[in-house]
């Protein structure tokens, strides 16, 4: 059994002469019309969490918005639909450009238009860096589930028990009742790292290998955490760790965050820009 600890010791240490270059690049695609929070929060969160660079891939009618609001991260404005999501027609470039990143962050607020959906299959299967894979990301897969098996690159996918049931279509109860059993099978069936959200989050990997988190509360019950959660895999995968290893310390610390941040201001308050705030202080132990 994998431990935190064990973990902690793998994480790169930062070289006196080291430079932006050598601690990955995120790319984030993320955001659409109602949902630019999702997209702020995801990219924030890899910065945060210590990427070199981070660029935020969205629809170009939201570029001065999210320009506007990130300022370490770079924004990159795309194609478009009529809902201001990310269109067919940015799929080449969005490919050509991931050929300079180390891992891409997918899913968060890219909405459930069908276009847009098109899009998110044709990038699990084509992209050639790994994926973390969330939210509207895990949604374009419903119906389609066995599409997922296409992607070249490592998976790392982060559904809630909400997510999971659509996409297995399966009741939520049903996955409730046995969590970690089915984790393991989804992991193994779809060959990904599965990270099943919720108390005690449960990460699996395809080999049967996994963690139950233990940190966190229920003040996490708020919208954005799962954002920053995708934010901060995605920015440790790009600086060199394996999924695996990634989705733990990611759910690990961004439980922590929220407890740090419910000791000081209660649980009912406890907002996902609240966690962010709180993540410098608890990544500390990583430096």
């Known amino acids: 059994m994998v431990t935190v600890n064990d973990l902690i010791a793998k994480f790169p240490k930062r070289k006196p002469d080291s430079h932006k270059g050598d601690y990955g690049h995120v790319l984030v695609i993320a955001g659409s019309s109602g949902y630019s929070g999702a997209a702020y929060l995801t990219s924030q969160a890899a910065a945060l969490s210590g990427s070199g660079l981070v660029t935020l891939a969205i629809g170009r009618s939201l570029y001065q918005i999210m320009a506007a609001k990130l300022t370490e991260v770079m924004v990159r404005p795309f194609f478009e639909t009529r809902d201001y999501s990310l269109s067919l027609l940015a799929e080449k470039d969005v490919l050509k450009f991931s050929e300079k990143c180390t891992a891409v962050a997918l899913g968060p607020g890219v909405s459930q238009n069908k276009e847009t959906q098109a899009l998110v299959r ?22 389609q589930a066995d599409a997922l098996k296409r992607a070249q690159s ?22 409730q009742t046995a969590r970690k059993e089915v984790a393991l099978a989804c992991a ?3 060959n990904t790292v599965l990270v099943l959200k919720g108390h005690g989050t449960i990460v699996a990997r395809p080999d049967g290998e996994c963690y139950i988190n233990e940190t966190g509360n229920p003040g996490m019950a708020s919208g954005g955490m799962g954002d920053c959660l995708t934010g901060m895999i995605a920015s440790f995968i ?8 990634a989705a733990v310390l990611g ?8 407890d740090a941040v419910a000791r000081e201001k209660g649980v009912l308050s406890l907002l996902a820009t609240d966690l962010l705030n709180a993540l410098p202080s608890v990544l500390k132990t990583l430096a």
């Open 154 to 175: 490592p998976l790392v996918m982060t559904p809630h028990s909400g997510e999971l049931a659509r996409l297995l279509e399966k009741e939520v109860a049903d996955i």
């Open 251 to 258: 759910v690990y610390y961004h439980g922590l965050a929220a």
């Open 122 to 143: 044709n990038l699990v299967a084509k992209l050639k860096i790994p994926v973390v894979l969330d939210a509207d990301g895990i949604n374009a897969f419903v119906g």
């Open 188 to 190: 193994n069936m779809y």
């Open 238 to 245: 790009g600086q060199g760790l394996e999924p695996f290893d």
